[in-house]
T-cell receptor
Framework: QKEVEQNSGPLSVPEGAIASLNCTYS??????FFWYRQYSGKSPELIMS????GDKEDGRFTAQLNKASQYVSLLIRDSQPSDSATYLC?????????FGTGTRLQVFP | DVKVTQSSRYLVKRTGEKVFLECVQD?????MFWYRQDPGLGLRLIYF???????EKGDIPEGYSVSREKKERFSLILESASTNQTSMYLC???????????FGQGTRLTVV
């Protein structure tokens, strides 16, 4: 079992819709969870951090964490074509970040 | 803003060459990391360092070494480059272990 699992996609949503990206992790000691956005040919950019169960909102982005289910998700409201990118989930079971392979999101006009 | 700078954006090297990839961060971060990213395999940790002159192996350290002589600089060394080391190399830093990391712009290395 991979330490961090994401559906590779592509996830295609129309402009203005809600995009829902999911991630599961295997190590229960993980305490910190992150979402990165990566445009093609570019490096990952941090967009959300979440450390406790529940929801955390930042603009159009909401991160959701459920430690009991070992599940973290990212919701993007009012999706825009500029949100088209690969979204990487990362968790820290120790002092280093472990990344999923990412979900490719496509937002079409 | 955190700034992590990698010395080269694109690099082409020949098989057998010794290759140095440099990374500098300007935020006094303790931890620094080297990842490589390949299609379908995601980001894989090569080495990381939590202090000057300290280093820890990641998941794929074979064929690589690192150097951290100063807090702000973390170098990745390919002792004898091979074609299977053609990849995107990403440096990252974080203030402490377990919190968010910030990436440099990446170095796309091609070994011919």
């Amino acid at each position: 079992q991979k330490e961090v699992e994401q559906n590779s996609g592509p996830l295609s949503v129309p402009e203005g819709a809600i995009a829902s990206l999911n991630c599961t992790y295997s190590d229960r000691v993980s305490q910190s969870f992150f979402w990165y956005r990566q445009y093609s040919g570019k490096s990952p950019e941090l967009i959300m951090s979440i450390y406790s169960n529940g929801d955390k909102e930042d603009g159009r982005f909401t991160a959701q964490l459920n430690k009991a289910s070992q599940y973290v998700s990212l919701l993007i409201r009012d999706s825009q074509p500029s949100d088209s990118a690969t979204y990487l989930c990362a968790v820290n079971p120790t002092d280093k970040l472990i990344f999923g392979t990412g979900t490719r999101l496509q937002v079409f006009p | 803003d955190v700034k992590v700078t990698q010395s080269s954006r694109y690099l082409v090297k020949r098989t057998g060459e010794k290759v140095f990839l440099e990374c500098v961060q300007d935020m006094d971060h303790e931890n620094m990391f080297w990842y490589r990213q390949d299609p379908g395999l995601g980001l894989r940790l090569i080495y990381f360092s939590y202090d000057v002159k300290m280093k820890e192996k990641g998941d794929i350290p074979e064929g690589y070494s690192v150097s951290r002589e100063k807090k702000e600089r973390f170098s990745l060394i390919l002792e004898s480059a091979s074609t299977n080391q053609t990849s995107m190399y990403l440096c990252a830093s974080s203030l402490l272990g377990g919190i968010e990391a910030f990436f440099g712009q990446g170095t796309r290395l091609t070994v011919v």
